[in-house]
């Protein structure tokens, strides 16, 4: 892996790195202690916050304030039903617009938007429920990789893998039991006239899935993951495996298997390796080169011109040699180390291997012989498991719930007083809001015109 590359390019420089664990990241002592540094800050904002928000909702609304002056929403109304009616109606209005009332003889004093702080409060312990169900993901979640042969099946244990990715307590214990076999993978490609491309537009890979005694057959496509197990399979790519049969000078099978090629452009020329480390007298290493629409180019190249196979046609370069398979050390099967081997055929070496489904190829010496038996598709799959996929859906709800109430709701206060005299009773709104708030001259407006339009009488304004 990089790790690897880059330890074996900088010895000295990956001691250093590692001593200060750049690459334990998620385990490393200076990653904890920042994220257990953020928890504790979010905390130790939520509680105080959450108690006195608390104590407000709690809390009746603010007291009228001794000079209205300062206000800055004023207005004064004439009124000829009666102070007590008025009252009792400007109550009913602040009550329907889901203010908090509160009547003190003849003044009226309201409180709205305790859902700002809720919501605000709301969006902030989500987030703490966010930063937990990551910490749980690279804790106990896990990712792998495996590529897919058809006619090839796959099952949920660790050696199954061609690569995994374990959270900090993974064990396997937590790989469920179950199998996927590739029965078939059908692509559908479109031919962009403009720029003359082949574009795919669908993938469908049609796979057997067995767990315990059940059986079932289900189509694998791109975004639909296949659920099994505790687990999700995710078809991410495809490219085609030829089969490719080895013989010995005396005509015996050494090899015999499908080798998946890697894809290189969108019309699907791949690369792959062959290796046959058992079987002939010399170890034999096979780099292929696979057009699926195989054409001649002016320069006497070959290309492919079609991502589907209507003319397939594997080369090789031929190699013979030690191929560093008995030193222990994980070797990449896409990867020969041609440094250390003997081309005896293929490119250079004025022994062209081209060969069709069908054809067969004499290895110079005597070695034996090689065969292009027949073609198939692979597919390339990502497994996952993700405990807190619930506990992220449900704390994403609330972030965004929460941001909007906080963003949409202001906190706004009214009071209401009586004025005038008997013969000429008069009622005064005051309001306020906490924080910048430039539609709170309108909404106001709109609660004294509600008021006055449940009046009985003409009302005249001032």
């Known amino acids: 892996n990089g790790v690897s ?22 385990t ?58 008025s009252l009792d109606r400007a109550e009913t209005v602040l009550r329907k617009a889901h203010y908090r009332v509160v009547r ?60 995994f990715h374990p959270g900090s307590w993974f064990a396997e214990q937590q790989l469920n039991p179950y199998g996927v076999t590739l029965e078939s993978f059908t692509p559908e490609y479109t031919k962009d006239p403009v720029k003359d491309v082949w574009m795919p537009i669908d993938f469908t890979a049609k796979v057997t899935v067995t767990e315990g005694d059940a059986t079932r057959e289900v189509f694998l496509k791109v975004n639909e993951p296949l659920v099994a197990g505790n687990s999700q399979m995710y078809l991410l790519g495809n490219g085609f495996a030829p089969v490719i049969t080895v013989r010995d000078p005396q005509g015996t099978i050494v090899f015999d298997q499908p080798v998946a090629f890697l894809s290189q452009d969108s019309n699907l020329t ?39 196979p209507t003319n397939p046609t594997v080369t090789f370069n031929v190699y013979t040699g030690d191929l ?25 070496t004025g022994i ?41 859906a449900v704390s994403t709800f ?3 719930a929460g941001l909007l109430a906080s963003l949409g709701t202001r906190r706004r206060r009214v009071w209401i007083r009586v004025r005038g005299t008997a013969r000429n009773p008069e009622l005064e709104w005051g309001g306020m809001s906490r924080g910048d708030d430039s539609r709170l001259d309108a909404a106001l407006d709109r609660l004294v015109d ?3 339009q449940t009046l009985t009488d003409k009302v005249t304004r001032e």
Do not use: M
């Open 5 to 26: 590359i880059f330890r074996d390019a900088n010895p000295e420089l990956f001691k250093f790195y590692e001593s200060i664990q750049l690459f334990d990241t998620f």
């Open 28 to 85: 490393s002592v200076w990653f904890s202690s920042i994220y257990l540094l953020l928890f504790i800050s979010l905390i130790g904002c939520i509680v105080p916050r959450t108690l006195y928000h608390w104590r407000i909702l709690r809390a009746e609304p603010a007291a009228e304030p001794a000079s209205w002056v300062r206000l800055p929403y004023r207005r004064r109304e004439r009124v000829t039903d009666g102070t007590v009616s």
């Open 104 to 163: 003190d003889g003849a003044s009226i004093r309201a409180e709205f938007g305790y859902l700002r702080e809720t919501g605000n409060l709301v969006f902030h312990i989500a987030l703490v429920g966010i930063l937990t169900t990551l910490a749980a993901t690279g804790g106990y979640g896990w990712s792998g990789q495996r590529v897919i042969i058809e006619g090839q099946s796959f099952t949920n244990q660790l050696a199954s893998y061609d690569s």
């Open 270 to 308: 791949s690369v792959g390796v062959v290796k046959v480390p058992d079987g002939l007298s010399e170890q034999l290493g096979l780099q292929g080169f696979f057009y699926p629409s195989a054409v001649n180019l002016d320069s006497g190249a070959l290309a492919s011109n079609n991502p589907e």
């Open 324 to 348: 560093g398979l008995d030193s222990g050390v994980a070797a990449n099967v896409f990867q020969l180390p041609v440094e250390s081997l003997t081309q005896i055929a293929g490119r250079h």
């Open 352 to 392: 062209d291997v081209v060969l069709s489904p069908g054809d067969v190829f004499d290895l110079p010496g005597g070695l034996g012989s090689i065969e292009f038996t027949s073609l198939r598709r692979f597919i390339g799959v990502e497994i996952r498991h993700d405990p807190t996929q619930t506990g992220v």
């Open 398 to 400: 609330f972030i965004v």
């Open 450 to 452: 509600k008021t006055l």
